[in-house]
Every structure is written in structure tokens, then in C-alpha cells.
């Protein structure tokens, strides 16, 4: 499984970015979707996720200004990440989870950098 991000950028605070993550390869119908951040010096934390019936799960800090949505039928997730604040900077990481003979298996796509700075 591959899957590519792209996005990020530079943008102010307060304002908005869409990141998009396309996977492709042998890919299971049933998965779960979504991103993580990584800020420098930090660990890589959830930000939202999204399975393919639809389940949602975000991060507290995100809840109200991002949004995840996905197109099954491509295989791309979706992030609408409103009203950026500077703690918001990070790399951004896709990922793809599903399960095969039992056991988890997660997936990664490369980042892509978001910095919130005036």
C-alpha cells in the first residue's frame, strides 16, 4: 500500500488548508483513514481518523476546526483544517489501518509540513 499526501504550506493564523492522501495498491475494503501530526521534539499524535463506514474519532484540540472526510470509491481522505493556530505547525502524516489474518497493520505516507505563522 502507498499512499501520497500533499496540501501543506504556509498559512496564517486563523486561516484555512485541505490536505488530500491518496492510497493505492492492496488495499482491504474495510480501513480506517486519517492523519497525524508530528511538531518538532514531539511525539506523533492523532489527529483525526475516519473508517470506511464512516466512524469518526479527533483529537481534542482539532474538534470544531477540522473536518475529515473520505472518498472510498478513490481511496483518498481528506482534511479541512479551519482557523490554523500557530500549535498547529507540525508534519503531517496519512495513514491507512486495516486488518489482515488477525493482525493490524498500519501504513504511512510521507508528510507533508503545515506551519501556521504570521
Known amino acids: 500500500v502507498q499512499l501520497q499526501a500533499s496540501g501543506g504550506g504556509l498559512v496564517q493564523p486563523g486561516g484555512s488548508l485541505r490536505l488530500s492522501c491518496a492510497a493505492s495498491?492492496?488495499?482491504?475494503?474495510?480501513?480506517?483513514m486519517g492523519w497525524y501530526r508530528q511538531a518538532p521534539g514531539k511525539q506523533r499524535d492523532l489527529v483525526a481518523t475516519?473508517?470506511?463506514?464512516?466512524?469518526?474519532n479527533y483529537a481534542v484540540s482539532v474538534k470544531g476546526r477540522f473536518t475529515i472526510s473520505r472518498d472510498s470509491a478513490k481511496n483518498t481522505v481528506y482534511l479541512q483544517m479551519n482557523n490554523l493556530k500557530p500549535e498547529d505547525t507540525a508534519v503531517y502524516y496519512c495513514?491507512?489501518?486495516?486488518?489482515?489474518?488477525?493482525?493490524?497493520?498500519?501504513?504511512w505516507g510521507q508528510g507533508t509540513l503545515v506551519t501556521v505563522s504570521s
Open positions: 495498491g492492496s488495499i482491504r475494503s474495510s480501513n480506517v
Open positions: 495513514n491507512m489501518y486495516f486488518i489482515v489474518a488477525g493482525s493490524g497493520i498500519d501504513y
Open positions: 475516519m473508517s470506511t463506514g464512516g466512524g469518526t
